[in-house]
């Protein structure tokens, strides 16, 4: 993990309320941005090919901004920042594909609303892309990177496109299947006369959770990663918002294939008793259509439907199918897959969906900001072992505690934060199936 410097640590968690004061005072403004769009006339290699671009379906119903600080520059990119006392390095985004079988990050998408400079030497200045493991809540080891010039993220922009990383092998997804990427940009100026722009967009305020978080210099107190809800706010609501990055992963060592048609993005969700599938192609190939089948046990699938595709298309095309029967089979976990069918009847299957009939929620923590005790709200689909852990800014685990075996449904844990000291930690709940964490502030 990229540690805050140890002759800081004390000194940066004691400071942390100085810190969000410093950087509040630079509220940032949000301002709409025109999504762009995928050039997939850039694609030689089929990179979209029996991958998933994690988010990117999520991505189409968000709103996309870039923030603007008050004293110039941008929020999530270069900004004027130094006369604030802090530097923003890097900034970075959080993905958990603990849910599906990827073991692969081949590259992916960004999306930036300016990159320019008025210095036309620093045109040729890099931007690192890079892949970290989970460091207890922050990015942590470094698995892989690759570089990009600003010049090329130049043309981009001015052609209304995202812009595409791709890493010179594919980085293994760690164990824990939680990952970061983050843009690095630390070698960029804005000041003195230089205005190095890299603008990053993001989702509006409140359309996701926080899983943005940045890497910051505090002069006098150290560098360290800090979760961007926890250092700004707008008028007073933390800014939780999710960056408009979009990694390719899979299941295969070589990346991603060719396909004839090229399914991304296969998600959903269930609410109000009707299971919203949505999936995406990068291309198609004499595609007749999609056939949707679904699962109690996720190996014996019936039909429920057919989607008819484009044929023949270098388009993105995006789909979608309402199950409003799922609550007709009487199961906790339904699961869904595409049947992908040729006009001349050759077939092919996406990856299998695994959906909760209750999973609007799996997961809550209140009250937040906590004085005395926090509740963990699980909703538990079967009988799991639990483990809470209380950790501190620098990686310490500070409580660890093992609850045994715990029935289905939903369970409360209470945690004990009486005694600490005031400041910002991360609670992390671990179940069979899976890992949870959210930042908790101790009032």
């Not at 802090?86 to 959080?94: C, F, G, T």
């Not at 995202?162 to 070698?187: G, Q, R």
């Not at 996701?208 to 800090?226: E, M």
Request: proline share 2%.
């Amino acid at each position: 993990m990229k540690k805050i410097l140890s002759l800081f640590t004390f000194i940066l968690l004691f400071s942390l309320s100085a810190l969000y004061a410093q950087i509040h005072t630079s509220t940032p403004k949000a301002i709409p941005v025109k999504k762009a769009v995928l050039n997939l006339a850039s694609k030689t290699d089929g990179v979209m090919g029996a991958c998933d671009s994690v988010n990117l379906d999520a991505a189409g119903n968000w709103s996309a901004f870039y923030y603007t600080n008050s004293g110039g520059g941008y929020t999530f990119g270069v900004g004027n920042n130094n006369a604030n006392g802090y530097n923003v390095l890097e900034d970075a985004n959080h993905f958990d594909v603990s849910a599906y079988d990827y073991n692969y990050i081949s590259g992916g998408l960004a999306f930036f609303a300016f990159a320019n400079s008025n210095k036309s030497e620093d045109l040729d200045k890099d931007v690192i892309f890079k892949v970290y493991d989970d460091g207890g809540g922050f990015p942590g080891n470094l698995l892989g990177s690759t570089t990009l010039k600003l010049s090329q993220i130049k043309q981009d922009v001015e052609n209304g496109f995202l812009t595409e990383f791709k890493f010179s092998s594919p980085v293994p997804i760690p164990a824990s299947k939680v990952f970061y990427i983050s843009i690095d940009h630390s070698n960029f100026k804005w000041g003195g006369g230089v205005r190095d722009s890299l603008a990053i967009v993001a989702n509006e305020n409140d359309d996701t959770t926080g899983d943005a978080y940045q890497y910051i210099d505090v002069s006098g107190l150290g560098i360290g990663w800090f979760n961007v809800s926890d250092s700004y706010s707008i008028g007073g609501d933390p800014l939780d918002v999710n960056l408009f990055i979009f990694p390719y992963v899979s299941n295969a060592s070589d990346g991603c294939g060719v396909l004839p048609v090229s399914i991304f993005n296969f998600g959903g969700f269930i609410k109000s008793n009707t299971a919203y599938l949505n999936w995406s192609t990068a291309t198609e190939s004499n595609n007749k259509g999609f056939y949707i089948e679904r699962s109690k046990d996720g190996q014996n699938f019936s039909s429920l439907g057919f989607v008819n595709g484009a044929g023949n298309s270098s388009q993105i095309k995006n789909y979608t199918y309402n199950d409003v029967t799922v609550k007709d089979i009487l199961a906790t976990t339904t699961y869904y897959r595409l049947k992908q069918v040729d006009l001349d009847g050759k077939t092919s299957y996406s990856k299998v969906l695994k959906l909760n009939l209750n999973n609007t929620e799996q997961w809550r923590l209140y009250p937040n900001p906590v004085k005395d005790a926090a509740t963990v709200e699980l909703n538990l689909t079967k009988a799991s072992k639990v483990n809470v852990q209380v950790i501190s800014r620098d990686g310490r685990i500070i409580m660890n505690t093992d609850k045994g075996i715990l029935n289905a449904g939903v369970q409360q844990v209470y945690i004990n934060m009486q005694s600490l000291a005031k400041g910002s930690y991360i609670v992390r709940v671990k179940t069979d199936d899976d890992v949870y964490t959210k930042m908790v502030v101790k009032e």
